[in-house]
């Protein structure tokens, strides 16, 4: 019955306009970049590495897919939670605005099962974006810029990653990006749960990703005593994926985390529906 | 598409017991009882705010009572949600579609939610019952409110259930509209022996098709019944109005129709009593030389009815 529910709920997002706007967003994005990259990217990568060509001497096409990829994520961090948001935040709250949750609630399902069939649907949804995102990113990328050794620069050292070694992390960290994009759904999704316009909990989601990413991102002492308990700050685990050798426990630490956080906004959600009148 | 006859007749397929929902303090549904048998078309009537929607939220589950208990096919609603709400057919207040899906395809949306293993010669066959042949590729969101209306019917009816909840259907119809859902209806009871519960804040309607109704104001039960019964009750309300009031009450004072006399404005006095009294006051006004310049008459429920409704 819930995959069936799920099949419906994906069917139900395939058939919104909304549900595309993220994807030609993405897409743009990237090709946006790919050209810029193209067009001009010599003189970007002189000025990356401007500093540290004094002490390196760099062989080779730095220049190349994997690096392009590498920026790409990079970009869309901020950007892709929000257009997650745009259709996990709806998934509830779009119900009742639109008065169809009257008849939703009244078939012969569980409200548990419904509201799960919403959450894996809007998982599926997270899955298909960041494929979409993997293809243009690194597929396109590698074609049109060929393959080549990772330099990642960081503000105390860089790494270089061999062209072999890159692959695997690049799939890996869009899955950690799933599992991270999975828990932005789960809150934009709880929070669909607790009102009945569209855009509430769009706007709330993005509001709370940006105060905790700020919060993560100063370098207050108050501020660094919370930053491990903000789902923000494990978010960007992915990054990790790029460092040599991998910093294993943290990686470990942080995608528990991030599975604790989803758990828990699934469960306020599912106590909260279960309990709700509907009174729209 | 006919029921079968699955459940006791004698017995209530639908029965509220004390049923109430409060917010706060106030209480929009109080200790409400009512009893629906098989084959009803059971009206359920009040003004606007009475607490019809609140109870109908009720009965399917969509808000939970403060107190009392819902039986529906002798199961509790509680206990065997899934099972009683696959039997039911049903629109709470105006029925919403996914605008951007078809009729069609949103009727196959429902009927699969509803566990129907329904094709789609069984969705054009609602279709075309509730008038709307023709348009089942159209999307929901080209449709106007009527169409909105005939779809939720058809809604109600594709997973062929046994009882059928309607929330003021006929609500923003016109007149065509309004005698095509009385007629669907009429044949979903007679023809295809559904049990019909049929809320609305208007009389008149209830008259034409219930068999049973009860009255409800301010949350709690007024009156339930045979609406032949209730409607078909000798006492009237008469008002007789008068060019000379004065002059009518004293002549009406000094007679035996004082005891008939309910109460009396600037120019309107008004009795309870039977419909051939009517004719011979009037005679006897006639006699005493007291001119008369309306009489209007209304049976006692619905002079009731009138009343709260125009609080």
């Known amino acids: 019955m819930l995959l069936s529910l799920t099949w419906l709920e994906i069917k139900k997002i395939s058939v919104r306009p909304r549900s595309y706007i993220g994807f030609v967003a993405i897409t743009l994005v990237i090709l946006l970049i790919q050209l810029a990259m193209w067009i001009d990217g010599t003189s970007y990568i002189g000025f990356v590495t401007q500093n540290i060509e004094q002490t390196f001497l760099f062989e080779g096409k730095i220049l190349n897919g994997n690096l392009i990829c590498f920026i790409i994520l990079q970009t869309l961090i901020i950007q892709i939670p929000l257009l997650i948001a745009l259709v996990t935040g709806d998934l509830v709250s779009g119900e009742a605005a639109n008065g169809t949750i009257r008849l939703l609630l009244t078939r012969p399902v569980s409200r548990t099962n419904i509201l799960l069939s919403k959450f894996f649907a809007g998982s599926f949804y997270t899955l298909l974006m960041l494929v979409w995102l993997g293809i243009l990113a690194l597929f396109v990328s590698l074609v049109a810029f060929g393959p080549g050794d990772l330099i990642v620069l960081k503000t105390d050292e860089v790494v270089i990653l061999q062209s072999s070694d890159v692959m695997w992390r690049f799939l890996t960290a869009l899955s950690l990006a799933f599992l991270a994009l999975t828990l932005v759904g789960a809150l934009s999704m709880m929070l669909s749960c607790f009102t009945e316009n569209s855009i509430g909990p769009i706007i709330i989601t993005m509001a709370i990703i940006i105060l905790f990413t700020i919060v993560g991102t100063m370098e207050v002492p108050l501020f660094d005593k919370v930053k491990p308990f903000l789902f923000t700050t494990h978010m960007i685990v992915w990054r990790n994926l790029f460092e040599d050798p991998l910093p294993v426990d943290q990686i470990r630490n942080s995608i528990l985390i991030l599975f604790g956080h989803i758990v828990a906004f699934l469960s306020i959600s599912l106590l909260y529906f279960n309990k709700k009148d509907i009174l729209s | ?311």
């Not at chain 2, 023709?134 to 109600?156: C, F, P, W």
């Not at chain 2, 045979?226 to 007789?240: A, D, G, R, W």
């Not at chain 2, 120019?267 to 009489?295: M, P, R, W």
């Open chain 2, 1 to 311: 598409m006919k029921s079968g006859n699955l459940f006791d007749k004698q017995s209530p397929i639908l029965s509220l017991q004390n049923l109430s929902k409060s917010y706060g303090s106030f209480k929009a549904v109080d200790h409400l009882n009512l009893d629906v048998f098989y084959g009803d078309v059971f009206g359920f009537l009040g003004p606007n705010g009475a607490g019809k929607s609140t109870t109908i939220r009720m009965m399917l589950s969509l808000i939970s009572p403060s107190e009392g208990n819902i039986k529906v096919f002798g199961k509790e609603l509680q206990q065997h949600r899934n099972f009683i709400l696959g039997k039911i057919g049903c629109i709470v207040e105006k029925p919403d579609f996914y605008k951007y899906l078809s009729a069609e395809k949103n009727l196959a949306y429902f009927a699969s939610l509803s566990g129907a293993n329904v094709n789609k010669s069984k969705i054009y066959e609602v279709l075309e019952l509730v008038g709307l042949k023709g348009r089942e590729n159209d999307k929901v969101k080209g449709y106007s409110h009527g169409m909105k209306q005939r779809l939720g019917i058809a809604q109600t009816l594709i997973h062929n259930p046994e009882l059928i909840v309607l929330d003021e259907p006929t609500t923003g119809l016109d007149p065509q509209g309004i005698i095509d859902i009385r007629n669907l209806i009429l044949h979903l009871q007679k023809d295809l022996g559904k049990t019909v519960f049929l809320s609305s804040h208007i009389l008149s309607e209830i008259e034409m098709i219930a068999t049973r109704m009860v009255i409800i104001n301010k949350g709690k039960e007024v009156v339930q019944g045979e609406v032949k019964t209730l409607l078909n009750s000798e006492e009237l309300v008469v008002s007789f109005g008068f060019i000379n009031i004065n002059k009518a009450l004293t002549v009406i004072r000094e007679s035996k129709w004082n005891n008939f006399l309910h109460e009396h404005t600037e120019d309107q006095i008004v009795f309870h009593f039977s419909e051939t009294d009517i004719s011979e006051l009037n005679a006897y006004l006639c006699n005493q030389n007291i001119g008369v310049k309306s009489i209007e008459s209304r049976r006692k429920l619905e002079d009731y009815f009138l009343r709260i409704t125009s609080n």
